[in-house]
């Protein structure tokens, strides 16, 4: 993104100044890993999912915002020469972008699954959903 935007700082010091990225990545990183902790070591840990689906939905979110902040400028770069770096980094990044998307999806539908799951235990059965 040095290249694309034409700058010398983190990408991230150009678009907002940088500021909370070390406490984001904490909050990130601990609801994770506390959904992932929550799934492999109890029976019903719904309600533990809820800061790791609030968090990656916020991520997602964010890079789609900073994708579409810096779209003029990629556009632009793809629009002259492009050689090997530029079209692996760019690959790179797009490749990024699609897994967390992929990634945030299969995170909510696996906590929709479980609310389902937990429901029908307590004999609860709502009606199916069609999105």
Not at 25 to 37: P, R, W
Request: hydrophobic fraction near 50%.
């Amino acid at each position: 993104m040095h290249r694309v935007l034409g700058t010398n700082e983190c990408v991230a010091n150009y678009l907002d100044g940088g500021y909370m990225r070390f406490a984001w990545t904490i909050e990130q990183s601990s609801a994770l890993f506390v959904s992932l902790v929550s799934l492999i070591c109890m029976k019903k840990p719904l309600w533990l999912l809820w800061p790791g689906l609030l968090m990656q939905s916020s991520y997602t979110l964010g890079l789609s915002v900073l994708t579409m902040a810096t779209a003029p400028k990629i556009l632009e770069a793809l629009g002259g020469i492009i050689d090997f770096e530029l079209a692996l980094i760019f690959t790179v990044y797009s490749m990024g972008f699609v897994m967390n998307w992929l990634f945030t999806f299969v995170l909510w539908h696996y906590y929709w699954h479980r609310e389902r799951k937990i429901l029908a235990e307590r004999g609860i059965f709502p009606p199916p959903e069609f999105i």
